[in-house]
């Protein structure tokens, strides 16, 4: 854990592949079976808030809520540099019912950002161009998040580890080979040079035909 709550613990969760793949390349993502789908909201139901990047809310228009467990719902975060977010989303629908955050940039249009702030949703400027991570775990620790699950896609992945601001991974292999080299991986961005960026695994848990593997830092 980071000392003294400076940001909460961060934990990466998703359901990949067995070749790795987080989605196909026309975007369907559904490769968890109902037993681990539960486990997933049960692990919702633990944490204060869930993150993901702008596109994982596009592609899959998720509600990020706990239904398969017992749990309050967490606060659900959207990484959307310039608030291109559609207020009609599902989670737009609801952030009058979900205490929801929307992560933005400086150069988000005022409008857009305006047009999520009516809806409900709580805007957080962070960053000029790119949204600053680290400075946004210090203003969520501040509202007294501790514990927080990003749930994708790969390019949000990519950049808790690049900044090394995951604590933890949780990926489910499901039994599917989904390839192709425009299909999402768990971590996409630029990636690292080395073989450096190192987990150490902790617990190994069979569900069926799936695998949950648990790595910390
Ligand atoms: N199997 C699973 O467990 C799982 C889970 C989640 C998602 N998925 C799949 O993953 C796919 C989406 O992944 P993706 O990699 O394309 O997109 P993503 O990570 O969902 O969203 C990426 C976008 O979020 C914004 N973003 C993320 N981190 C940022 C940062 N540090 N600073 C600024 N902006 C940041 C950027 O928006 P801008 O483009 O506006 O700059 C970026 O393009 C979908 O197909 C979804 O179904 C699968």
Not at 51 to 63: C, F, I, K, Y
Request: hydrophobic residues 40%.
């Amino acid at each position: 854990m980071p000392t003294a709550r400076s940001r909460p613990y961060v934990i990466l969760s998703a359901a990949m592949s067995i070749d790795g793949k987080i989605a196909t390349r026309t975007g369907a993502s559904r490769l968890s079976s109902k037993r681990d789908l539960a486990r997933v909201h049960r692990l919702r139901g633990s944490a204060d808030a869930i993150l993901v990047g702008r596109n994982t809310v596009a592609q899959d228009d998720p509600m990020l809520t706990v239904r398969l467990a017992r749990g309050k719902n967490p606060t659900r975060i959207v990484l959307d540099p310039r608030a291109a977010m559609p207020p009609s989303s599902r989670i737009g629908a609801t952030a009058n019912s979900i205490p929801t955050i929307v992560a933005v940039t400086e150069t988000a249009p005022k409008s857009r950002a305006e047009r999520l702030a009516k809806r409900g949703l709580e805007v957080i400027v962070c960053g000029r161009s790119r949204i600053d991570l680290g400075k946004l775990l210090s203003i969520l620790a501040r509202k007294g998040i501790r514990k927080l699950v990003v749930e994708g896609g790969g390019t949000t992945n990519w950049h808790f580890l690049a900044e090394d601001l995951a604590d933890e991974i949780l990926v489910t292999i499901a039994p599917f080979v989904v390839g192709g080299t425009d299909a999402v991986s768990l971590v996409g961005g630029r990636g690292f040079g080395k073989i450096s960026h190192s987990f150490k695994l902790k617990q190994v848990e069979r569900l069926g035909n799936e695998i949950v593997l648990r790595y910390v830092r």
